[in-house]
């Protein structure tokens, strides 16, 4: 091993133990800096060895990207998390694409077979990272309709893809010269394609599922390209990120009891035309209830608080905030349980209620949580539907069975603060709205909160 | 590097990548997230080198195109992880 390979080497080690320290909030913020130092001597390690330190252009490129992402990174808000994830996905992934693009162009002829073969893959994984994410950013930022759109042939048109550019790497790592560029070129053209095609027929609540999925391509792509330029270090943080993305893919999967095929299909689940069938009427019963809102809350001792998208849509986390202020000035225990798919990307509800400074110890994860419902006094439930719905335990073939959920329905009284009675994303009528014990109060979190606060002072 | 050495790498990473990383709580996924995405700016070193070699005018533009977007990546997702770990408080 020479010079440079020890050094991609230690430089691995010291991202590993920066991840290491990812899995406690304490230790974490240290853990991110030293992946960034590492990262800052990985930049350094290559401009010396390689004795290109003095090339203005290349500092001229960091010093813009540099800005930008700062800017970048310093304006964007709490709640546009998954957008900033998701164009953060593209780049690297369009970076990749370009630099595999740039070797093809420049010294196609003295590439060995299987420099040629990955930078073709490159071009194509990072191409499909880059339009990908685009429209994901798109329907994150709500500038493209959130709804899975299929278009005509569309199982076709991706067959047709992928053959497309298996075709074109195979031809693109085989011929001379001139053709390969143009291969290269459409690959790039027919990923693109693909991309978007693969990322517009998934609906908004899949979302995290497909934000974690290019996740794992963007690393994906940095590691084929480092598999062509023949740079360790580049094939081993790429594959980390791999690696990473491929599991919380597979945790978002399971937490939503959705195979990934099923998602990348853009199949909400059977059961969207029984919309009507959870209408008014079957919610009358609650105006003969004993206890009125305000008793029940005034009367609670054990307070579980679940947040779902509704909260961030409605930017209800500061009321959120100031509602467990008044429930602990009176005394009260509170809780959070967070559901693993709550909001559009894994830990999205953690990261909004830990900008209005609510404790994290106070934050629960759902199996630690569950247990706790049958001796809860009251749970509030602000803008969620599928993950405390029932039915995913007792109605066997809805597409939601087998779905783990919050145990909501085993507490003593719940207040479901959502902005109607429809059914969430999954479609499935919620059972738990026809319980007697729940009260409902329905419009935007933010003004529903109020109502609760007004109550509790 | 030989081909084969360099897939040795990328299994060994993929598999010591998925042991430290499955332990992270969910709690804190966003911000890993944003981590790892930050460190999928790697493919700057790859793009630092490939523009530095590029003779072509139209390459060497790709590749500084290539430098920008990955150092967006890197620095912007490095401190947008910091930012929101930094919120993270006990009681």
Redesign the interface.
Known sequence: MGIY?VSALIL?VL??LG??K?????T??G???L??FS?FC??IL??IY?G?VD?E??W???L???V???I???R?A?IQ?PQ??GL??G??G???A??A???I???YSQM?M?SRVTSQLAIAVGGMTFSGSMVAVGKLDRRLPSQPIVIYGHNVLNYLCIAGIVFLIIAGSVVQDRAAMFFALAAAVISLTFGILFAIRVGGADMPIT??LL?SF??L???I???A????????????????????TG?MCRAMNRSLLEVLNGSVGAALALDDECGGTLFCEQTNQKKTVAEVLTEAQKVIIVPGYGMAVGQAQWKVKELLDVLEAKGKEVKFA?H?VAGR????M??LL??V?V?????C?MDAINPEFPETDLVIVIGACDVVNPAAISKEGTPIYGMPILRVDQARHIIICNMDKNPGYSGVPNPLYEQPNVYFLLGNAADTLDELIGYLK | ?S?F???L??????????K?????????????????????????????????????V???F??????????????????????????????
């Not at chain 2, 920008?68 to 408080?89: E, P, Q, S």
């Open positions: 390979e691995t991202i590993l991840i290491k990812m899995s406690s909030p304490k974490a913020v853990g991110n800096l992946g960034a990262m990985a930049v290559v401009l390689n290109i090339v252009l290349l001229l490129g960091i813009i990207g540099g930008l992402g700062y970048l990174a310093m964007v709490m998390m900033m994830v953060l996905n780049l690297g369009a970076a990749s370009l630099v693009i740039v070797v162009f420049e010294s060995g299987f934000i974690s996740n963007s690393g792509a940095g590691s390209c480092g598999l330029l023949g740079d360790p270090l580049l094939v081993a943080v790429g594959a980390i990120v791999g690696a990473s993305g491929l599991i919380l945790i967070i693993p990307m894994p830990g999205h953690n990261v830990a900008e400074d404790p994290y110890d106070q934050l994860e | 590097m081909p050495t360099l897939i790498i990328f299994i060994i990473a993929t598999l010591a990548g998925y430290v990383i499955n332990e992270v709580p969910s709690l804190l996924h966003t911000p890993l997230m944003s981590g790892m995405n930050a460190l999928s700016g790697v493919t700057v070193l790859g793009s630092l080198v490939a523009t530095a070699s590029a003779v072509a139209g390459n060497v790709l590749g500084f195109l290539a430098i920008t977007l990955a150092t967006i990546n890197l620095v912007g997702g490095f401190i947008v992880t910091d930012r929101m770990l930094r919120m993270f408080k006990s009681k």
